[in-house]
């Protein structure tokens, strides 16, 4: 431990400084902080692409239900845009269905992936941009993708997505 404590501090006698509470404190807390993070495997990145890539053919397929896939279903799953939070994966597919009633209404979607990071070994945060292109305008916005891994599967618990004006 004291080889350990001098190599991240660069301070002798370990042993007198960590008797202090406040000092043994930041020692186990940032211990605990470094040991708990995660790295983002290939695999995990790739599969979490793949849900994007999987509802933008959905979307541009105009099939809701198919890009609704990419999101947990569940009770807890949330979305939350312009009009406020919807909760629950029913409530969310209702929601597209009512805003997108039809494929010409749903436009050609296109996501533009800027990042992903790790929060957990099951949790996972996306940050990118949609681009909805019409025959005569363009809509745009960004959005926040919290994703969980479920028996083994990546899918969206969380999307907050604002348009751009």
């Given at each position: 431990?004291?080889?350990?404590?001098?190599?991240?501090?660069?301070?002798?006698?370990?042993?007198?400084?960590?008797?202090?509470?406040?000092?043994?404190?930041?020692?186990?807390?940032?211990?605990?902080?470094?040991?708990?993070?995660?790295?983002?495997?290939?695999?995990?990145?790739?599969?979490?692409?793949?849900?994007?890539?999987?509802?933008?053919?959905?979307?541009?397929?105009?099939?809701?239900?198919?890009?609704?896939?990419?999101?947990?279903k569940s009770d807890n799953l949330v979305f939350n845009g312009s009009s406020g939070p919807f909760y629950g994966w029913d409530s969310v597919k209702d929601?597209y269905m009512k805003t997108y009633p039809s494929k010409e209404k749903m436009g050609i979607l296109n996501f533009k992936i800027q990042n992903i990071s790790?929060?957990?070994?099951?949790?996972?945060?996306?940050?990118?941009?949609?681009?909805?292109?019409?025959?005569?305008?363009?809509?745009?916005?960004?959005?926040?993708?919290?994703?969980?891994?479920?028996?083994?599967?990546?899918?969206?618990?969380?999307?907050?997505?604002?348009?751009?004006?």
């Amino acid at each position: 431990m004291d080889a350990l404590f001098k190599s991240i501090f660069l301070v002798d006698n370990f042993t007198k400084i960590i008797q202090k509470p406040t000092l043994k404190f930041l020692f186990l807390l940032i211990i605990s902080i470094t040991n708990g993070q995660s790295v983002l495997l290939d695999s995990d990145k790739n599969e979490i692409i793949s849900v994007l890539k999987s509802q933008e053919n959905f979307w541009n397929k105009g099939n809701i239900e198919g890009f609704m896939q990419g999101y947990v279903k569940s009770d807890n799953l949330v979305f939350n845009g312009s009009s406020g939070p919807f909760y629950g994966w029913d409530s969310v597919k209702d929601r597209y269905m009512k805003t997108y009633p039809s494929k010409e209404k749903m436009g050609i979607l296109n996501f533009k992936i800027q990042n992903i990071s790790l929060i957990t070994s099951n949790v996972a945060q996306l940050l990118g941009q949609f681009i909805l292109t019409y025959p005569k305008n363009e809509v745009s916005g960004y959005f926040t993708l919290v994703f969980i891994k479920s028996k083994g599967k990546w899918l969206i618990f969380s999307d907050h997505t604002s348009r751009s004006y």
